[in-house]
T-cell receptor, first 113, second 109 residues
Framework: DAGVIQSPRHEVTEMGQEVTLRCKPISGHNSLFWYRQTMMRGLELLIYFNNNVPIDDSGMPEDRFSAKMPNASFSTLKIQPSEPRDSAVYFC???????????FGPGTRLTVL | TQLLEQSPQFLSIQEGENLTVYCNSSSVFSSLQWYRQEPGEGPVLLVTVVTGGEVKKLKRLTFQFGDARKDSSLHITAAQPGDTGLYLCAGAGFQKLVFGTGTRLLVSP
C-alpha cells in the first residue's frame, strides 16, 4: 500500500492567494483527519470526516478555511485568502475507525509570505 | 475541551541514559496511543494501551496507562541516537484522537 498521499509537499505563496492542499487516504479507511502543526501550537486537529461526511470542524480556525471530501479516496483543504500566520505543516491522516491507529501522510509545508 | 499535557517539553540526553516522558489529562480516555515523529515525516504509531494499569514493552521502551485511564508514561532504557524525535501521546474518544503537546527528545552519541 502506498500509504496516505499528500500534495504538494511544499507550497510557497503570497498573502491573499488561494491555497489548496490535497490528500488521498489509504484505501478502505473510513475516517480522514486534517491537522496543522507548528512549533508554538503543536499538532492541532482542524476537521475530520467519517465515511466522507464532516463530523467535527470546530478546529477550523476561521471561515477562510474549508475542507471537502467528495469521495472516499480524495479530500481537499482550502485556504482563501491565505495569511502569513497560516504558515505551518499540514498533515492528513486516515484510519479504519475514528479512534483507531492513524496513518499520517508526509505533510505539506506551507509558507505564506 | 480535552487536553493532554506532556512533560518535559524538551529533553537532551547522552546515549545510554534512561528517561521518562509523562502524559497527563483530567479526562478519561478509552485508550491511549503513543506516536513518534521524525523530522520531515508524519507521526507513526508506537503502541496503544487500553486497560487501566496496563504495561506494554517494545524493546527498550516501556509504556504504562494510569489506573484511572487519565495519564500515561513512556520510559526509555539506555537511549540511543535513533530514539531522537518528537514523542506524542494521543487519547481516544468521540471518534477522534486528542494529541498531547509533545516531547522533543535529542539523544547525542
Amino acid at each position: 500500500d502506498a500509504g496516505v498521499i499528500q500534495s504538494p509537499r511544499h507550497e510557497v505563496t503570497e498573502m491573499g492567494q488561494e491555497v489548496t492542499l490535497r490528500c488521498k487516504p489509504i484505501s478502505g479507511h473510513n475516517s480522514l483527519f486534517w491537522y496543522r502543526q507548528t512549533m508554538m501550537r503543536g499538532l492541532e486537529l482542524l476537521i475530520y470526516f467519517n465515511n466522507n461526511v464532516p463530523i467535527d470542524d470546530s478546529g477550523m480556525p476561521e471561515d477562510r478555511f474549508s475542507a471537502k471530501m467528495p469521495n472516499a479516496s480524495f479530500s481537499t483543504l482550502k485556504i482563501q485568502p491565505s495569511e502569513p500566520r497560516d504558515s505551518a505543516v499540514y498533515f492528513c491522516a486516515s484510519s479504519l475507525r475514528g479512534e483507531g491507529e492513524q496513518f499520517f501522510g508526509p505533510g505539506t509545508r506551507l509558507t505564506v509570505l | 475541551t480535552q487536553l493532554l499535557e506532556q512533560s518535559p517539553q524538551f529533553l537532551s540526553i547522552q546515549e545510554g541514559e534512561n528517561l521518562t516522558v509523562y502524559c497527563n489529562s483530567s479526562s478519561v480516555f478509552s485508550s491511549l496511543q503513543w506516536y513518534r515523529q521524525e523530522p520531515g515525516e508524519g507521526p507513526v504509531l508506537l503502541v496503544t494501551v487500553v486497560t487501566g494499569g496496563e504495561v506494554k514493552k517494545l524493546k527498550r521502551l516501556t509504556f504504562q496507562f494510569g489506573d484511572a485511564r487519565k495519564d500515561s508514561s513512556l520510559h526509555i532504557t539506555a537511549a540511543q541516537p535513533g530514539d531522537t524525535g518528537l514523542y506524542l501521546c494521543a487519547g481516544a474518544g468521540f471518534q477522534k484522537l486528542v494529541f498531547g503537546t509533545g516531547t522533543r527528545l535529542l539523544v547525542s552519541p
